[in-house]
Structures are given as C-alpha cells and as structure tokens.
C-alpha cells in the first residue's frame, strides 16, 4: 500500500474503495495485517476482482492509499 493522506493504517478504517477506474465507490472496511499488508472487506460482494489490478481507497473526497490486490 501506498498511503496519501495517512503515514500508515494502525486500526480498522470505514473507507470508500474503487478497482475500476469508472467504478462507483463502494463502502469498506480496511484492516491493517502484518508486513504492512491490508485486508480489505466491501459491505457488498464485488464482481471480477482480479490480483494484479489496482485498489484506491477514499475518505470522502479525500485519496487515503491505494496498492496492488495480491488476492480476492
């Protein structure tokens, strides 16, 4: 993860994420897990997440980080 607006992730943060460049935000819940990886889980199922694609996450307006999803 590449964090923007934050130095890291210390505890669960309630975000918007996007994979799709047109998609709409979708409301998750970020954990941060060891090695400084993230566990990220949407309130609803999302449709083809691929690893290797990009994921942003959004406080609002606001980019918070984004990174490579290593695994769906």
């Given at each position: 993860?590449?964090?923007?607006?934050?130095?890291?992730?210390?505890?669960?943060?309630?975000?918007?994420?996007?994979?799709?460049?047109?998609?709409?935000?979708?409301?998750?819940?970020?954990?941060?897990?060891?090695?400084?990886?993230?566990?990220?889980?949407?309130?609803?199922?999302?449709?083809?997440?691929?690893?290797?694609?990009a994921l942003v996450l959004y406080d609002g307006d606001l980019v918070?980080?984004?990174?490579?999803?290593?695994?769906?």
């Open positions: 993860m590449n964090w923007i607006s934050i130095p890291y992730l210390a505890e669960p943060m309630r975000l918007q994420a996007c994979t799709r460049y047109h998609a709409k935000l979708q409301d998750a819940t970020a954990y941060p897990e060891e090695g400084g990886r993230v566990k990220v889980i949407f309130d609803k199922p999302q449709r083809a997440m691929t690893p290797g694609q918070v980080g984004g990174g490579t999803i290593m695994s769906t």
